[in-house]
């Protein structure tokens, strides 16, 4: 009976197994004064989180997706309006820009999984409002070249940085590089509540006094309502895990590197795939996935052979959003972004989480090295 070890894709009860103590004081504490609702704790995590991001204010919402939404919608982005965003994202990027009314418009990513900023300049029109550079993966898209074009063009600038809590662009915090900076805390994210919840930073006071009221049916002090707005609420349980969570998060996120940088290591000499690109002064990732790219359509060969060994994997994303059922409407033929769609098949996420062990990686680059040598 040799059953394999395995490597799960993602733990969360390792995570959960330390910090079980702490949040269970902080949630006895929030139900037996039952402030479920915008208990204090949201403000208190709030406030840390825009220190986090080098950013003046900080507002909790219910998830990633509401987020973007509520963002578009405090720029005054709706019907008529064109908004690009990289066609390689996950759905909600596209989503929020749908639920205002107003028009995604796509362009390919560059071999860094990236939007590509060469593109920009082809299709943008008079009825391009702004910009959502996605930091797909961990890693920041070019915000100097996103930054500029739009400044240029005078568009607007919302970072989806739903993957990249703690990344940097030049030594700073994504988030704060827009008008509008957007995270998920979907659990699996790098700081992740049990639950949905998500956030938005901001340096700009009246953006934030509009996000403010949008998340609360409009209103900031009770029943009375300035705007149509949303029930897009931080639960205070789900802040307070955020709030002891975030505690940890750069320790967790340097952890990630250095798993990455052992996947480096170890996989740099296997022929047959392309390693994710490496931190510089201007990038550094914090690896929310680790995603190599596996060649000569050995990718699904590869997911089943490790999947054998007990090793999880994920595809992030199988079908670009231009050729999903939900966008058809816009009409995009196979073969319009090349990049994305080549990459949709080759790319495999190996396991990532920042208590993953140097055994652990030496589990998958061994499975995967020998899936190579098999295969020759
Ligand atoms: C997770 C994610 C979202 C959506 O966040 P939810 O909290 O699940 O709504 C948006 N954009 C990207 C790039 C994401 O990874």
């Given amino acids: 009976m040799n ?17 079980k103590e702490q949040v269970q004081i902080a949630f006895n504490e929030i139900l037996n004064n039952t ?4 208990g204090r704790e949201v403000t208190m995590f709030e406030a840390d989180f ?23 919608r405090a720029l005054g982005i709706g019907v008529n309006d064109e908004v690009i965003t990289a066609a390689n994202t996950f759905i909600a990027t596209c989503e929020a820009i749908s639920l205002v009314g107003a028009i995604p418009v796509l362009v390919d990513c560059d071999s860094n999984y990236n939007l590509d900023v060469n593109q920009l300049a082809s299709v943008i ?21 996103v930054c500029a074009f739009a400044k240029q063009h005078q568009l607007f600038v919302i970072e989806d940085a739903s993957q990249a809590h703690g990344a940097t662009f030049k030594g700073q915090p994504v988030g704060g590089f827009g008008d509008i900076g957007c995270f998920s805390f979907y659990p ?14 901001t340096n700009n006071e009246h953006l934030y006094a509009t996000i403010c009221k949008l998340r609360n049916h409009g209103s900031i002090k009770k029943y009375h309502h300035d705007l149509i707005g949303y029930n897009s609420r931080l639960d205070t349980l789900q802040a307070a895990v955020l709030q002891i ?3 940890h998060l750069k320790t967790w996120n340097a952890s990630r590197q250095s798993h990455a940088a052992l996947y480096q290591k170890l996989l740099c000499d296997v022929s047959g795939i392309i390693l994710p690109p490496q931190d510089d002064d201007t990038y550094n990732s914090v690896h929310h996935l680790f995603v190599i790219r596996v060649l000569n359509q050995q990718r699904d060969a590869l997911q089943e052979h490790l999947g054998k060994q007990g090793i999880g994997t994920g595809i992030h994303y199988p079908i670009p959003v231009h050729l999903s059922l939900a966008y058809r409407e816009l009409g995009f033929n196979k073969g319009t972004f090349s990049n994305t769609e080549n990459q949709a098949h080759e790319i495999l996420s190996l396991p990532m ?18 899936f190579f040598v098999g295969a020759k």
Avoid: W
Avoid at 35 to 38: A, D, G, K, Q, T
Avoid at 353 to 360: I, P, R, S, V, Y
């Fill in 3 to 19: 059953q394999p070890v395995g490597v799960p894709f993602l733990d969360l009860k390792a995570q959960y197994e330390p910090l």
């Fill in 35 to 38: 402030s479920y609702i915008m």
């Fill in 50 to 72: 825009a220190k986090f991001c080098h950013t003046k204010y900080a507002v909790g919402v219910a998830n990633g997706t509401d987020a973007l939404v509520l963002a578009l």
């Fill in 125 to 145: 029109t008079d009825k391009t409002k702004a910009i959502i550079p996605v930091h797909l993966y961990g890693r920041p898209a070019n915000l100097a070249a």
């Fill in 188 to 201: 699996g994210k790098n700081l992740g509540a049990y639950g949905d919840a998500g956030g938005i930073v």
């Fill in 245 to 247: 969570k975030l505690g």
């Fill in 353 to 370: 989480f920042a208590e993953l062990t140097q055994e652990q990686i030496h589990t998958v680059t061994d499975a995967i090295k020998l």
